[in-house]
């Protein structure tokens, strides 16, 4: 999994959100007071369909 801070989250997101759709691997998001996870919308949808289905 990639990982970048936020700072440089914010200057290259459209790039990370390309890269995150095109290789299907969430992006860690790093920042002073909390973290994130960028994961494409098709993974997303996967993820919510899983935890229905349980």
């Known amino acids: 999994m990639k990982t970048v801070n936020a700072t440089k989250a914010r200057?290259?997101?459209?790039?990370?959100?390309?890269e995150t759709n095109t290789s299907h691997e969430p992006?860690?998001?790093t920042g002073k007071r909390s973290?994130?996870?960028?994961v494409s919308e098709d993974d997303?949808?996967?993820i919510e369909e899983k935890k229905a289905s349980k």
Request: glycine share 0%; proline share 0%.
């Open 44 to 46: 997303r949808r996967s």
């Open 11 to 18: 200057e290259n997101l459209y790039k990370l959100i390309d």
């Open 35 to 38: 973290n994130a996870v960028l």
């Open 27 to 29: 992006v860690y998001i």
